[in-house]
């Protein structure tokens, strides 16, 4: 889904000196539970003479993430990714050729020293042939429109085949998964969003694609958001859409990925001017069971032995199970030791280390952090406890449901076998289910078909998905 990486969450620093020495290469290393973790950042000057930086992290595929703010303030320089709540602060050598200082996220910080590796910033350059560029054979406007009491900005693009002001369009908005992401749900420089855009546009379809709170052009604070939220954002775009000139509002649709899909059917639950909704991966199992599996799925395709997952697989779930109920960190931080304590004693040292990274009292405390940490936000802490089945059962628009059958985020067999039995007895006909061979869960063809790839892969979405989209799409319009 698309919080994929947690680590990923770096960027703020602090530097002494004038911004002439500090453009260029700054290479380090994060030492998290015993694994180190390559960084660099990339800092040069735009074309206005303003500092911008980057940042990569190479182990994890993960290149080109950019730095929110730059700023110098005497002997220190700071880096910050507001995307992911870090900063880094660190203070320039005399030779101004190291960086000492610590990555701070959230109540965590790690040491990260900096050495200048070369003068001139060079990012790596991403192969993205699937990328639309212009000129566009059809109408592409960027737009701001607002939520029902103002008190939300939204940015977004709107296109449309043509300018014909009689011609209306079948329309669709597009939900983007978890994590904040901006209109193009730009991952690893892939835009599938904009892809999907492009190529519905193309085939007679109108589309809507929206930065997520506090991304791009949209306001609001996304931190304090959860699911609930966005759907209500989500609204706010298809009443957007509703009052475009362009827009056939008797033939109007969502299509959501991951977390969107998900979102999709709430929805769709509700209103009955939704006339068709695709889920990309949406999770239709329960949430907390969705995460389990995925956690253990992830891993396995990081190179842990399936026997160790399997002794790790109870730990998870139980740890959730004995956090969530608690608003008190302390209480919550008990009730998962208690947890581990009783896991750990039954459970291998070497298992304990392959799959929790734990091996001392140090790492234990760090790991059981990390988790209060994530589900007392108030996203996770939703998210966590969702049930996608309260609001499929209720949706009785056409729907189209697919996976990737390589998806180790949102396993494809077992959730749309649940897809098509909820939709089954609530006595909606009108759905369709479908696995894609070889695909992972950005809808690419994978090799691997871990998360760590999907940066590696220059196909950003697949060719026959969105044929597939856009002809069910046009025979759901048809009837």
């Given at each position: 889904m698309k919080k994929l990486i947690s680590v990923i969450a770096l960027i703020i620093l602090f530097l002494n000196a004038q911004s002439q020495s500090i453009t260029g290469n700054w290479e380090g290393t994060l030492n998290i539970q015993g694994s180190e973790l390559p960084v660099v950042f990339h800092i040069k000057k735009d074309s206005s003479n303003n500092l911008t930086a980057t940042f990569d992290s190479p182990k994890q595929n993960a290149y080109n993430l950019p730095c929110s703010d730059v700023i110098i303030n005497g002997d220190s320089l700071l880096l910050m990714m507001k995307m992911v709540n870090g900063k880094y602060e660190g203070l320039l050598s005399e030779d101004m050729k190291t960086l000492t200082g610590k990555w701070f996220q959230g109540a965590n910080n790690l040491l990260l020293d900096l050495k200048k590796t070369s003068d001139i910033a060079t990012a790596k350059e991403f192969k993205r042939p699937q990328t639309p560029k212009p000129p566009f054979s059809y109408q592409s406007e960027d737009v701001l429109y607002f939520n029902a009491n103002k008190s939300i900005q939204f940015g977004a693009t709107f296109t449309y085949p043509s300018k014909t002001t009689d011609k209306k369009y079948p329309a669709v908005i597009l939900l983007t998964g978890s994590g904040q992401q901006d209109r193009d749900e730009n991952i690893f420089e892939h835009k599938s969003f904009a892809v999907i855009a492009d190529y519905l546009t193309r085939q007679g379809i109108a589309v809507l694609r929206v930065d997520d709170r506090g991304k791009g052009k949209t306001t609001g604070d996304y931190s304090k958001s959860t699911s609930a939220d966005f759907a209500l954002d989500a609204e706010a775009g298809i009443n957007y859409l509703k009052g475009r000139s362009e827009t056939?509002?008797?033939?109007?649709?969502?299509?959501?990925?991951?977390?969107?899909?998900?979102?999709?059917?709430?929805?769709?639950?509700?209103?009955?001017?939704?006339?068709?909704?695709?889920?990309?991966?949406?999770?239709?199992?329960?949430?907390?069971?969705?995460?389990?599996?995925?956690?253990?799925?992830?891993?396995?395709?990081?190179?842990?032995?399936?026997?160790?997952?399997?002794?790790?697989?109870?730990?998870?779930?139980?740890?959730?199970?004995?956090?969530?109920?608690?608003?008190?960190?302390?209480?919550?931080?008990?009730?998962?030791?208690?947890?581990?304590?009783?896991?750990?004693?039954?459970?291998?040292?070497?298992?304990?280390?392959?799959?929790?990274?734990?091996?001392?009292?140090?790492?234990?405390?760090?790991?059981?952090?990390?988790?209060?940490?994530?589900?007392?936000?108030?996203?996770?802490?939703?998210?966590?406890?969702?049930?996608?089945?309260?609001?499929?059962?209720?949706?009785?628009?056409?729907?189209?449901?697919?996976?990737?059958?390589?998806?180790?985020?949102?396993?494809?067999?077992?959730?749309?076998?649940?897809?098509?039995?909820?939709?089954?007895?609530?006595?909606?006909?009108?759905?369709?289910?479908?696995?894609?061979?070889?695909?992972?869960?950005?809808?690419?063809?994978?090799?691997?078909?871990?998360?760590?790839?999907?940066?590696?892969?220059?196909?950003?979405?697949?060719?026959?998905?969105?044929?597939?989209?856009?002809?069910?799409?046009?025979?759901?319009?048809?009837?």
């Open positions: 056939d509002t008797l033939n109007l649709g969502i299509i959501g990925h991951s977390e969107g899909g998900m979102i999709a059917p709430i929805i769709a639950a509700k209103r009955k001017d939704i006339k068709f909704i695709i889920l990309l991966a949406g999770p239709a199992i329960p949430i907390i069971n969705l995460m389990e599996t995925q956690s253990v799925d992830v891993a396995a395709a990081s190179g842990v032995p399936a026997k160790d997952l399997e002794l790790y697989r109870p730990l998870y779930k139980n740890m959730v199970m004995a956090i969530i109920p608690e608003k008190d960190a302390a209480i919550a931080t008990k009730n998962a030791t208690d947890v581990f304590n009783y896991w750990q004693n039954k459970t291998p040292a070497s298992v304990v280390k392959n799959t929790a990274g734990v091996t001392d009292e140090k790492s234990k405390v760090a790991f059981i952090a990390v988790f209060v940490k994530q589900l007392q936000q108030p996203w996770f802490n939703y998210f966590m406890q969702f049930n996608p089945e309260d609001y499929l059962s209720k949706v009785h628009c056409a729907v189209l449901a697919l996976n990737g059958e390589k998806d180790i985020q949102v396993a494809a067999a077992p959730n749309l076998a649940n897809i098509s039995k909820i939709l089954s007895e609530n006595n909606n006909s009108n759905f369709k289910t479908q696995a894609l061979p070889g695909l992972n869960h950005l809808f690419q063809h994978c090799i691997k078909c871990s998360v760590d790839e999907y940066g590696e892969l220059e196909e950003t979405f697949s060719p026959e998905v969105l044929q597939i989209m856009g002809d069910w799409i046009k025979g759901v319009v048809k009837k």
